[in-house]
């Protein structure tokens, strides 16, 4: 068991904000040996038990559509040196595969998600809050090119969840949350200066670690 407590680090910010830009630049500065990456969408439920069309219908962007709960046990589980299985999630049929992925704890636990703030028991486990602010327009034109190309969703299908349900949840849960953040990171991976802080914080909490 790896009994050294990891540090916990959330990359919040609304969706196609640029935090997967952010998250990439740390654990290439950082090291892939340091880092376990745990990204909140793998924890949506499961919705096998109903209809595909059922299912399309449902607001993917208010945090009762994620199983926090059982993300917030693994944590725990991992800060006590236990081992667990990180769901997979099947974006397209909208349902949680059989399948998981084994992970032990490492030097850092990297949390990627939109609504990790909005979460007060997930948010307390964290020790470094990042959000990443990005203009409207840019994050729905990220999430269009996503939607399309990696979730099989239509033009039209991707700007009615929008519409209907991403921009609103945006507005009543991500955007109050960056008020928890320890640092906000305007611009995504293109702000150089920001990253740079970022990771040198980052090392020096390794430091104090024995790292």
């Not at 203009?135 to 929008?162: H, P, T």
């Not at 209907?164 to 640092?183: C, N």
Request: hydrophobic share 40%; no cysteine.
């Amino acid at each position: 068991m790896n009994r050294m407590r990891p540090i916990i680090l959330g990359v919040g910010g609304g969706s196609g904000s640029g935090k997967t830009t952010v998250v990439n630049k740390i654990v290439s500065a950082i090291g892939k040996q340091n880092i376990l990456l745990i990204e909140h969408d793998s924890y949506y439920r499961d919705l096998s038990h109903l209809p595909f069309n059922e299912r399309k219908k449902q607001n993917f962007d208010h945090p009762s559509s994620l199983e926090t709960e059982l993300l917030i046990r693994h944590l725990d589980a991992l800060k006590n040196g236990y081992k667990i299985d990180i769901p997979v999630y099947d974006f397209v049929n909208h349902v949680r595969s059989d399948q998981t992925i084994p992970a032990s704890s490492k030097n850092i636990i990297l949390l990627d998600g939109i609504l990790i703030f909005s979460e007060i028991n997930l948010r307390k486990r964290m020790d470094i809050k990042l959000f990443v602010d990005t203009d409207d327009d840019v994050r729905l034109l990220r999430r269009l090119k996503r939607d399309i190309n990696e979730r099989g969703r239509d033009f039209d299908g991707v700007l009615d969840q929008y519409e209907r349900y991403v921009r609103p949840m945006h507005l009543e849960f991500v955007e109050p949350s960056k008020r928890y953040a320890d640092i906000i990171i305007p611009l995504g991976g293109e702000n150089v200066i920001a990253l740079e802080m970022v990771i040198a914080l980052i090392n020096d909490k390794l430091k104090q670690i024995g790292n």
